[in-house]
């Protein structure tokens, strides 16, 4: 163990080394600033948990079978996210990072290499997932009124499922990359993966579990309870865990010991089973993996007109930008989740109960149009986020060459803003007409949609790329993961507050502009002044929001240092 734990010493100093609690006022904003988020999202999952728990504590007969079943869910869920979680870790780590050359250079058997890479894969592939499912176990062990051996049941065999789960998709990757290069599989691995989500998700969405709250379904929501008491395959290793639970819930110490008991025997048979294979065959598959960079798909230079009739240097960015987009499996098979999500957005404006609101329909319309645009904005921010703000990160080292070239970083980063401006305005644009039409709002309200949306777009496009250069990561190997950084996070909350402050000033107006359209009525002079007034507000809310970011982004990335 003394040459793991030497390989693994360089991990815990570069916590040391990032001077969050020494020294370092910033580190300790952001460090305090993080953590009160992160507390705040895990402090609502419990209320959330606790009440939900609660609620079904005072059902008679039904449910213990729904607090029951529900926690089957949840360490199902929680068990193949660790295993997907850990396919693409186990690749990073195993095969991808850029200093494998140099740690395998070193007196150490490739296999003590692996032993420390894979520690350190399940905890980074495990630790979020355990620390945020906490909360809705801890909830069970409240509602239930149970005594401390749960709560120690509950770390100890969540610790078991992260390392059964690391184990098995370590298993999988070594096992594979003797076949495949590693760059291919994880490509292959991340489309089918987020083609499964989909299926799933579609699955979900389109058996409409709102009828659940619809009286008149109530017969057969009985007959499928008692479909809810059919027990869980007993081979997985998330039964165990189920079944160790659940007696601990009433006090079964014997049958939640023997299942504690048969889900950690199980992870010490992984452990040995992983290294044994890992000694056979890891090292002959690493040695496969210094090839080019594979790609699922050909990519071709685009050759239109608008192309050629920019200048050299700009057409020659804009290319760049392209192909940097469509080379990386990563950037562009996001695109299946984003068509997944137009899809259901729509979707579900489609079933929504209009008939049955409380309002009448030609108000409930047109107010749910109203906030619908903030909903898109949304939206909007996430993808951009995704997106956009990564943008100047995925220069990486080369960020160099940006700089040597007869370019202005402030022309460099507008042409960074066109390239996502129009794919993100027709994707908003799109969100908004058809659900507009989908709730046959009024041409007032369609067209007042439609408006704020193209200005809105470039405004928060505009935050993308200005925040985005203003806090890069450049060393990175994942650039989108900077969307979680301090500048990624300030990016959201700016957007945030925009898009709220849009909704709120023009909520006034709009709501006078409407009613007086409805009884075909006029506006009396005050009116007329709070409506001008307000929509000038937002006009010039709007160009600041393009033109503040991107001359901060510009200032802060002029005065980096490569």
């Not at 044994?276 to 890891?282: G, L, P, R, S």
Request: with cysteine.
């Amino acid at each position: 163990m003394k040459d793991i734990i030497t390989l693994l010493k360089p991990r815990f100093y570069s916590f040391k080394g990032k001077g969050f609690l020494k020294n370092n006022k910033g580190g300790l904003f952001k460090l305090f600033l993080f953590g009160t988020i992160g507390l705040l999202f895990w402090g609502g999952i419990f209320a959330v948990s606790l009440r939900v728990l609660g609620y079904f504590k005072e059902i008679a007969e039904l449910g213990d079978i729904l607090a029951h079943k529900l926690l089957s869910m949840v360490l199902l869920t929680f068990f193949f996210l660790l295993v997907f979680s850990s396919i693409l870790t186990s690749l990073s780590k195993l095969y991808l990072s850029r200093d494998l050359p140099l740690v395998h250079s070193m007196p150490v058997p490739s296999y003590k290499v692996f032993i420390a890479r894979w520690i350190e894969s399940t905890v980074d592939s495990s630790w979020m997932v355990i620390v945020y499912t906490l909360p809705v176990f801890i909830s069970y062990g409240i509602i239930y009124q149970t005594g401390p051996l749960f709560y120690f049941n509950i770390l100890m065999t969540l610790l078991s499922l992260s390392i059964i789960a690391s184990g098995i998709s370590a298993i999988l990757v070594i096992t594979a990359v003797n076949f495949l290069p590693a760059n291919r599989i994880r490509s292959i691995f991340i489309f089918f993966g987020l083609c499964f989500f989909l299926v799933l998700f579609f699955t979900f969405r389109f058996l409409r579990p709102e009828r659940l709250v619809d009286p008149e379904a109530f017969a057969t929501v009985l007959v499928y309870l008692k479909a809810l008491k059919t027990p869980a395959p007993p081979y997985l290793p998330s039964t165990w865990a189920f079944d160790s639970m659940k007696a601990l819930l009433y006090g079964n110490i014997t049958e939640g010991m023997f299942q504690f008991a048969l889900s950690w025997s199980f992870s010490g048979v992984m452990v040995f089973m992983v290294i044994i294979i890992a000694e056979a065959i890891y090292f002959k598959g690493l040695s496969k993996t210094r090839t080019v960079q594979a790609r699922l798909f050909n990519y071709r230079s685009p050759n239109s007109f608008f192309l050629k009739s920019l200048s050299r240097p700009v057409r020659a960015f804009t290319v760049k930008e392209v192909k940097t987009f469509f080379r990386d499996q990563t950037q562009w098979s996001q695109l299946f989740l984003i068509a997944a999500l137009v899809v259901i957005y729509i979707y579900n404006f489609n079933v929504l109960p209009i008939e049955k609101a409380p309002i009448k329909t030609v108000y409930f319309q047109n107010l749910l149009s109203f906030l619908n645009m903030g909903l898109a904005g949304f939206v909007l921010t996430a993808v951009t986020a995704r997106f956009a703000y990564p943008a100047v990160s995925t220069e990486k080292e080369g960020f160099w060459l940006v700089k040597s070239v007869p370019i202005p970083l402030k022309k460099y980063l507008w042409i960074k803003f066109f390239i996502y401006f129009l794919p993100l305005l027709i994707l908003t644009e799109i969100l908004i007409v058809a659900t507009n039409i989908l709730l046959k709002v009024t041409p007032f309200m369609m067209g007042l949609s439609i408006t704020n949306i193209l200005f809105m777009v470039p405004g928060v496009v505009a935050m993308g790329i200005g925040f985005g250069a203003a806090y890069p990561d450049f060393k990175l190997e994942n650039p989108a993961q900077t969307v979680t950084s301090f500048g990624g996070l300030l990016f959201m909350m700016v957007c945030a507050g925009y898009i709220g402050a849009i909704i709120v000033i023009e909520a006034g107006p709009v709501y006078n502009l409407f009613m007086a359209g409805i009884k075909e009525t006029g506006l009396s002079a005050f009116e007329w002044i709070w409506t001008i007034g307000s929509f000038v507000i937002v006009f010039i809310i709007n160009i600041l929001a393009i033109v503040l970011p991107m001359r901060f982004g510009e200032r802060k990335l002029s005065k980096l240092l490569i």
